[in-house]
């Protein structure tokens, strides 16, 4: 990878300079919250993981990679910016929540994307059409039925990530199709208003449908026994 000349920051698009403290996020509507993070380059990555805390016990924030700035993992070029969670230990989130300093351990001058490492309550539907899973879910939706309304983001790839609660599921993730694959406990899914690797998008959350706006809808079973 080619290294970014001394002295000059690649910066993220997603954020801007702007951090909220607890009290002055906390005395803001649940409206204003999804607001906040959907405002891309406004406000810092602290700033948004504390948001995102706010709106759900559910969400687990956790430092991912930089989209555009060359960088190493283990001393190998990463090959895949912007994805990568920075913690070694990150998977520890998706059975407990992180208290507030861990979240400021995490999120203070970090100026890669945004994760959320999956609850062991949820689930997530990764749609990614650059492998033909527009395709796929299409197919499957005309047999089965469309996802019914669910917190869903749109990704930076042109993707979809669909959110649901995995009631009496035991199913960990795994590919339905090319493409359409389910993330569980022990992964971890980029949030808004992260930026894309291929520099022309973010990560948002469907207006109507963005995280923490709509209830999580139980996983599909005609979907989870594919």
Not at 82 to 91: F, H, N, S, Y
Not at 162 to 179: L, N, Q, V
């Amino acid at each position: 990878a080619k290294a970014a000349p001394a002295g000059f920051r690649v910066l993220n698009p997603a954020w801007g300079p702007r951090t909220l403290s607890r009290e002055e996020l906390a005395v803001l509507s649940r409206e204003d919250l999804i607001a906040l993070i959907a405002e891309a380059g406004t406000y810092s990555s602290l700033t948004i993981a504390r948001a995102y805390r706010l709106l759900s016990p559910l969400a687990r924030p956790i430092p991912d990679c930089h989209p555009l700035a060359p960088h190493t993992h283990s001393g190998r070029a990463c090959d895949s910016p912007g994805k990568v969670p920075t913690l070694r230990d990150w998977q520890q989130f998706c059975h407990r929540e992180p208290p507030d300093t861990e979240i400021d351990r995490m999120f203070t001058g970090h100026g890669g994307n945004i994760g959320l490492a999956v609850a062991d309550e949820l689930l997530v539907s990764d749609i990614d059409p650059r492998s033909s899973g527009d395709i796929a879910y299409d197919t499957y939706a005309a047999q089965h039925g469309p996802f019914p309304p669910t917190p869903h983001t749109l990704t930076g790839g042109g993707g979809d990530h669909y959110w649901f609660k995995a009631t009496g599921i035991t199913r960990a993730g795994g590919e339905i199709d090319h493409g359409f694959e389910w993330k569980g406990p022990g992964g971890q899914v980029i949030m808004a208003p992260s930026w894309h690797a291929t520099g022309n998008r973010h990560y948002a959350g469907e207006i109507g449908a963005a995280w923490g706006e709509i209830p999580f809808e139980d996983a599909p079973a005609a979907y989870m026994a594919l």
